[in-house]
């Protein structure tokens, strides 16, 4: 092939500076402070806008907590604070995702039953993924199998460390779509229980850590988020193609995906992952920062995958929640979020409309959940 002629080079980086003009302007020199710049964590500015601002305390409807992690429900006292803690929320029922299984399942489902509130919590069972090889499969579908029997009616939340801590027996990382475990999703599917699977982190922790990274000050903070060390870690895309064969190859399972897969930067992507796997779910916990950046296309996506996605929370703050309630119900704007570290920008109210807000607070998870107390529900006795 003949090089380009020096025309050709000139038009094509005109039309590179055309096309890129934030390039072309960021090579000008930037005016410098004057005085020395606080740093990152130093600068705290007030905003001064002054608009409505409607603060919400309890939920519109009944909620399902679908990734709750309140402390092990075992004594009267513990059980008490998190009921009248959930009263005030409006949370009807928490899903209690925090591992359990065996005695320790029991003992809460006993617990729970004892204190008169068996209606306001469910129980999900944690699966041991550790050091799996030839025979573990089995072994671990059995003790699914008494873990529903004895009133389990999910499994997980299975953590991160599942793709990206796991080895097998034989020291290599257990990859996702490990075959060995396909007996225990396709057990899942049978007894109609949903598992509930935490894949990675955002996919800022999977990248370099440099002034460009959008979530720096948080890796900053906390080294063991980060897994951009390539020869220990799977890529970011890698990660989630290997979760895609898991899913694949189980079609008869029910799939609730923590976090939204973290593709809520990119809501596209987390709608053609619906589109290809219908029995794929989405939950909301911990990535409100980015609904809250993107409240118009945001909405749109949760008019059209109403269906799909199920609210949760994660980590068991009471003050938190009223932040969800607050992006999903109202319209207000530019208010903070709960942890600065997450999110350096503003949030903005989604203003969702009442099917949405169903949809995502109780309707879907009374759906996918098997044996769902329905007292306290709109149309429940
Ligand atoms: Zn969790």
Redesign the pocket.
């Known amino acids: 092939m003949r090089p380009p002629s020096i025309a050709a080079l000139l038009l094509l980086s005109a039309l590179a500076l055309l096309a890129a003009p934030s390039r072309a302007l960021a090579q000008r020199p930037r005016p410098q402070p004057q005085l020395p710049p606080p740093s990152i964590t130093e600068y705290e500015p007030e905003s001064t806008l002054v608009v409505p601002e409607n603060f919400v305390e309890r939920a519109k409807f009944p909620v399902v907590d679908f990734?709750g992690?309140p402390p092990t429900l075992a004594d009267p006292e513990t059980i008490a604070q998190v009921v009248a803690a959930m009263d005030r929320l409006n949370i009807q029922v928490m899903v209690q995702?925090r591992g359990s299984s065996g005695e320790r399942l029991r003992g809460q489902i006993e617990a729970v039953r004892a204190a008169g509130v068996e209606d306001r919590f469910v129980f999900f069972t944690t699966l041991d993924l550790r050091n799996v090889g030839p025979g573990s499969g089995a072994r671990i579908a059995a003790q699914l199998e008494a873990d529903v029997a004895a009133g389990a009616v999910g499994i997980g939340?299975i953590?991160k460390g599942f793709g990206l801590g796991y080895t097998k027996a034989d020291g290599t990382r257990l990859e996702l779509d490990e075959p060995e475990l396909d007996i225990v999703w396709e057990t899942a599917g049978r007894l109609g229980v949903p598992v509930f699977l935490?894949t990675g982190d955002p996919a800022e922790f999977f990248e370099p850590l440099d002034y460009t990274n959008e979530r720096w000050l948080e890796l900053a903070i906390f080294p063991r988020r980060r897994f951009n060390d390539r020869t220990r870690y799977p890529s970011f895309d890698d990660l989630m193609a290997e979760r895609d064969r898991l899913i694949a190859k189980h079609p008869n399972t029910t799939w609730v995906l923590?976090h939204m897969s973290w593709y809520t930067q990119d809501l596209g992507r987390l709608g053609e992952l619906f589109e290809r796997f219908p029995n794929v779910y989405g939950e909301l916990?911990a990535v409100l920062y980015d609904l809250g950046r993107q409240p118009r296309f945001a909405k749109a996506f949760f008019e059209r995958w109403r269906d799909r996605i199920l609210f949760g929370k994660?980590s068991f703050q009471p003050d938190e929640y009223p932040y969800y309630w607050r992006v999903f119900e109202t319209e207000d704007e530019y208010f903070d979020y709960y942890r600065d570290y997450h999110a350096f920008w503003k949030l903005y109210g989604m203003g969702l409309e009442d099917p949405e807000l169903r949809a995502i607070y109780y309707e879907n998870a009374l759906r996918i959940i098997p044996h769902m107390p329905v007292e306290g529900f709109p149309g429940g006795e």
């Open positions: 990734h992690h995702a939340e953590n935490h923590a916990g994660d």
